[in-house]
T-cell receptor
Framework: DVKVTQSSRYLVKRTGEKVFLECVQD?????MFWYRQDPGLGLRLIYF???????EKGDIPEGYSVSREKKERFSLILESASTNQTSMYLC?????????????FGSGTRLTVV | DAKTTQPNSMESNEEEPVHLPCNHS???????IHWYLQLPSQGPEYVIH???SNVNNRMASLAIAEDRKSSTLILHRATLRDAAVYYC??????????????FGQGTRLTINP
């Protein structure tokens, strides 16, 4: 069964810490995405990548960076975690040239910054 | 990005059909219509997609208006497990690069026993 795996389901970090959220997909998808989801605000795109070492800013990139060194892995980095980054983080992947294929999402990482 | 409009919430009874509407009046000719659902504390999951013709799969049916400016996700016989938030999204065909999915607020579907 194809899947997107996020390294942690729940994470608690302290303000100012550097935080790494990892995402791995086994479907050979070109595209990978990081979203955050907050009550009342829905899913918002942070960053995405369409190839190894390529990255594009989404709608809310401030305070985040990403890394894609291998096709199957896309990391989200919180350089200095703040309490307003407490959220559910969702990773997704997709093919580029097949718009008739859906996106596959991970189960999410619920991050709490204290 | 072309936008979609959905009702914030809908309610239905178990074992009855459910019709979830979506308006996308600014859709372009190459946009695919995708539907996703999201269960509590889970990531969204793909339900169905279509371009021009109506589509059926084991989960649901998708009815697309002739002018493509609206579509309806049909759950033929709702169960309690269908209670979720349903998102209608337009996905463009791109030559290269990634095409991001833009999520609206979706429709929260409640199923009454």
């Amino acid at each position: 069964d194809v899947k997107v795996t996020q390294s942690s389901r729940y994470l608690v970090k302290r303000t100012g810490e550097k935080v790494f959220l990892e995402c791995v997909q086994d479907m050979d998808h070109e595209n990978m995405f990081w979203y955050r989801q907050d009550p009342g605000l829905g899913l918002r795109l942070i960053y995405f990548s369409y190839d190894v070492k390529m990255k594009e800013k989404g709608d809310i990139p401030e305070g985040y960076s990403v890394s894609r060194e291998k096709k199957e892995r896309f990391s989200l980095i919180l350089e200095s975690a703040s309490t307003n980054q407490t959220s559910m983080y969702l990773c997704a992947s997709s093919f580029t040239h097949l718009p008739n294929y859906g996106y596959t999402f991970g189960s999410g990482t619920r991050l709490t910054v204290v | 990005d072309a936008k979609t409009t959905q009702p914030n919430s809908m309610e239905s009874n178990e074992e009855e059909p459910v019709h979830l509407p979506c308006n996308h009046s600014t859709i372009s000719g190459t946009d695919y219509i995708h539907w996703y659902l999201q269960l509590p504390s889970q990531g969204p999951e793909y339900v169905i997609h279509g371009l021009t013709s109506n589509v059926n799969n084991r989960m649901a049916s998708l009815a697309i208006a002739e002018d493509r400016k609206s579509s309806t996700l049909i759950l033929h016989r709702a169960t309690l497990r269908d209670a979720a938030v349903y998102y209608c999204i337009l996905r463009k065909r791109v030559v290269q690069g990634a095409q991001k999915l833009v999520f609206g607020q979706g429709t929260r579907l409640t199923i009454n026993p």
